[in-house]
Structures are given as structure tokens and as C-alpha cells.
Antibody
Framework: QVQLVESGGGVVQPGGSLRLSCAAS????????MHWVRQAPGKGLEWVAF????????FYADSVKGRFTISRDNSQNTLYLQMNSLRAEDTAVYYC?????????WGLGTLVTVSS | DIVMTQTPLSSPVTLGQPASISCRSS???????????LSWLQQRPGQPPRLLIY???NRFSGVPDRFSGSGAGTDFTLKISRVEAEDVGVYYC?????????FGGGTKVEIK
């Protein structure tokens, strides 16, 4: 069945960097756009970024533009989120999700904590 | 950005009774292709969100028919005809018509 598994989260100091991965299986990864969405502890959902199926275009939330980069490797069925210049307000569970319009399924998420 | 406003914040419901959640967008969600990309998500405690309804009223695969969506333009509603214990959680509306994607603040459905 369709499965998305995020990894790469952890504790990082303000100003630091982290790269998240999302391993996809159970579907033809190269045919679908992919999202990153985050959820701060006890808060609602915030969309972060989207990449087209072939990696030809990317979209970002203003809150992360210029600091985060979404990318993908279709040969490895993997989605990435490179996060630089991290701030305390980036602390959240980061989910990857499949499909531009349906946005499902979602992975279980990986927790990123930005703290000194 | 399109602002999504959900009401109520919390909805205590008796088992077997209906529940209704409203979502209003700050702009029309009609896409240039004619579709309205308004979705509803359910997030059970400790779990990731899952898609319930897409394009206003289409139930996603495996979603029970007690869930229904309606609306048009900027006003949308999710209804649960008879709430079951497994429906406890937070419900979000989401627009995917235009980037950035935006979500409502969430409605917590709990059992009275």
C-alpha cells in the first residue's frame, strides 16, 4: 500500500541546518507532486512547500522562503527538505504528503526541535 | 493568501447525534479549471491527518458515508450524520486551489 516515511528530525540549535527525507513506496513516485506540511506542538497545520512531479517547479510558504529548499530524487523515490537558518518557530512535526490536490496520504512525521 | 476560518473551535457531541463544522474562505476557491479545491481532513489524537473529503463533497477512499461535505464559493460545511467514538479528533478544512495552501484553525470534536 502507499506509504510515506519521514526521517532526519532532531534537535538543532538556532541558525543550524537539518535535512529531512521522505521515503515513498507503494505508488509511482515520479508521477506525483509532493508536499511538506508542519505542525507546531499543540497547534494547527501549516503548509511548507510543494514540488512538482518532475522537480521542475517548487512553491514555498513565505515563512520559509529563502531558508528551506524542497527537492526530490525520483530514482530513489525520496523527497527532501533542506532547512537552513533554523529558528525556534520552526519547531514542529514535519509531514510529507502525496499529491498536489488530494494531499493524501501523510507520513507519520518527524519532529524538529530548534533550541539552544 | 487565502484565509480559512472554521467554526466552532470545539464541538461536544453525544454519540449517535449529528455534528456540523463550517469553513469560510476569504476568497472564492473556484480554480480556473472550474473545480473548487476544498478538502476536509481528520486528525485523530496522536495520528497524522488523513483526507476525508476533496473538491467540496467527494468522499475519499474508505471514508464512511456518515461524512458528507457541501458548499460553494466561499462557504463550506462538513457534516457527520451520527458521531461515533472513532470520530473524536480535530477536523481541518484546507484549500488547495491556490498556493500557498492554507488550513482552517481546526475544530475539535469530542464526546459529551
Amino acid at each position: 500500500q502507499v506509504q510515506l516515511v519521514e526521517s532526519g528530525g532532531g534537535v538543532v540549535q538556532p541558525g543550524g541546518s537539518l535535512r529531512l527525507s521522505c521515503a515513498a513506496s507503494g505508488f509511482t513516485f515520479s508521477r506525483y507532486g509532493m508536499h511538506w506540511v508542519r505542525q507546531a506542538p499543540g497547534k494547527g497545520l501549516e503548509w511548507v512547500a510543494f514540488i512538482l512531479y518532475d522537480g521542475s517547479n517548487e512553491f514555498y510558504a513565505d515563512s520559509v522562503k529563502g531558508r528551506f529548499t524542497i527537492s526530490r530524487d525520483n530514482s530513489q523515490n525520496t523527497l527532501y527538505l533542506q532547512m537552513n537558518s533554523l529558528r525556534a518557530e520552526d519547531t514542529a512535526v514535519y509531514y510529507c504528503a502525496k499529491d498536489r490536490a488530494m494531499v493524501d496520504p501523510w507520513g507519520l512525521g518527524t519532529l524538529v526541535t530548534v533550541s539552544s | 493568501d487565502i484565509v480559512m476560518t472554521q467554526t466552532p473551535l470545539s464541538s461536544p457531541v453525544t454519540l449517535g447525534q449529528p455534528a456540523s463544522i463550517s469553513c469560510r474562505s476569504s476568497q472564492s476557491l473556484v480554480h480556473s479549471d472550474g473545480n473548487t479545491y476544498l478538502s476536509w481532513l481528520q486528525q485523530r489524537p496522536g495520528q497524522p491527518p488523513r483526507l476525508l473529503i476533496y473538491k467540496i463533497s467527494n468522499r475519499f477512499s474508505g471514508v464512511p458515508d456518515r461524512f458528507s461535505g457541501s458548499g460553494a464559493g466561499t462557504d463550506f460545511t462538513l457534516k457527520i450524520s451520527r458521531v461515533e467514538a472513532e470520530d473524536v479528533g480535530v477536523y481541518y478544512c484546507m484549500q488547495v486551489t491556490r498556493f500557498p495552501l492554507t488550513f482552517g484553525g481546526g475544530t475539535k470534536v469530542e464526546i459529551k
